[in-house]
Nanobody, 122 residues
Framework: QVQLVESGGGLVQTGGSLRLSCAAS????????ITWFRQAPGKEREFVGD????????DYADSVKGRFTISRDNSKATVYLQMNSLRPEDTAVYYC???????????????WGQGTQVTVSS
């Protein structure tokens, strides 16, 4: 079992920044990838980016590349999603998920956090 708890969402104006946190616990985290997804109303849950816990390699969706950064703090067992230059189209519920492979499809993930709302006003 892997337990994930997100925090840090909120309301921000266009061009602003937010940092989301995903606190992880449970099985040996070094074996896992932590992936951020988001889901806007009426849309499917989409891949945002991921980080390999061991080594810290990252990957991002084209829509957020250059604006969002994923990092981790091993001492706190926490993964962060730093979001800069936010746009109204970034408005969604953001989730972190864990798997042993960096799948891009949300359907393949077993371990999920509860989600946190991010709203970007225009």
């Amino acid at each position: 079992q892997v337990q994930l708890v997100e925090s840090g969402g909120g309301l921000v104006q266009t061009g602003g920044s937010l940092r989301l946190s995903c606190a992880a616990s449970g099985r040996t985290l070094s074996n896992y990838y932590i992936t951020w997804f988001r889901q806007a109303p009426g849309k499917e849950r989409e891949f945002v980016g991921d980080i390999r816990w061991s080594g810290g390699a990252t990957d991002y969706a084209d829509s957020v590349k250059g604006r969002f950064t994923i990092s981790r703090d091993n001492s706190k067992a926490t993964v962060y999603l730093q979001m800069n230059s936010l746009r109204p189209e970034d408005t969604a519920v953001y989730y972190c998920a864990a798997a042993l492979w960096p799948y891009k499809s949300a359907a393949t993930y077993r371990y999920w956090g509860q989600g946190t709302q991010v709203t970007v006003s225009s």
